[in-house]
């Protein structure tokens, strides 16, 4: 990567009580899988758009397409529901966390895309599973079809989808750093404020 280009995503960061319970989530499943590497508690989060290595001028798109949003976008809860893995649970490569409920959460992504292709940014041509990445294995790990299943109902808590951030990540031999270079914070509805 050149000084040229910075390594982005936009996501919406976690609040403290689920990254608690996630940390003892991935404690307890440490025990039987050995090979994964954890995310660290600090850096989860839900991506809405993984960007790679972007120019500087495309930051700005980027910065300018969450403007767009900013009055069409409400604040909303979502929870940390389930356990499942990618590619699937015979051949898991990531771990992660469901969320529900799903259609904010599409509503969220798509106003996002949608800003993105007005600004010049290419639409992500893969579908939006919104989940928390927990963990990744090495190489592909054992059959955990079982495990999963038994963790499908598990509920981990909530948090609120209440602000949008531009993250630069840089990858170092101990883990992702990922820093702030943006943020939108979404107003609170109506009811959800008191009135």
Not at 38 to 56: A, I, K, Q, S, Y
Not at 171 to 188: C, D, N, V, Y
Request: hydrophobic residues 35%.
């Amino acid at each position: 990567m050149s000084d040229k280009s910075v390594r982005a995503f936009l996501a919406v960061p976690l609040g403290g009580k689920l990254q608690d319970r996630l940390a003892d989530l991935q404690r307890q499943l440490s025990r039987d899988l050995p090979g994964v590497r954890w995310t660290c508690p600090e850096n989860l989060h839900l991506t809405l758009r993984f960007f790679g290595d972007v120019t500087h001028e495309d930051l700005e798109k980027i910065r300018v397409s969450m403007l767009s949003i900013e009055g069409c976008q409400r604040a909303f809860e979502v929870s940390a529901t389930g356990l499942g893995s990618f590619p699937d649970p015979r051949r898991p490569r990531v771990l992660w966390v469901g969320l529900r409920p799903v259609a904010p959460l599409q509503g969220l992504y798509w106003r996002i895309q949608s800003a993105l292709a007005l600004a010049g940014i290419p639409k992500e041509p893969r579908p939006f599973s919104p989940h928390l990445t927990i963990g990744r294995l090495r190489q592909t790990g054992p059959d955990l079809s079982l495990k999963l299943t038994r963790a499908a109902t598990q509920r981990y808590g909530g948090f609120p989808v209440d602000q949008l951030v531009l993250y630069e990540s840089r990858l170092h031999p101990g883990g992702a750093e990922h820093i702030p270079l943006s943020r939108l914070k979404f107003p609170l509805c109506e009811e959800d404020a008191g009135h």
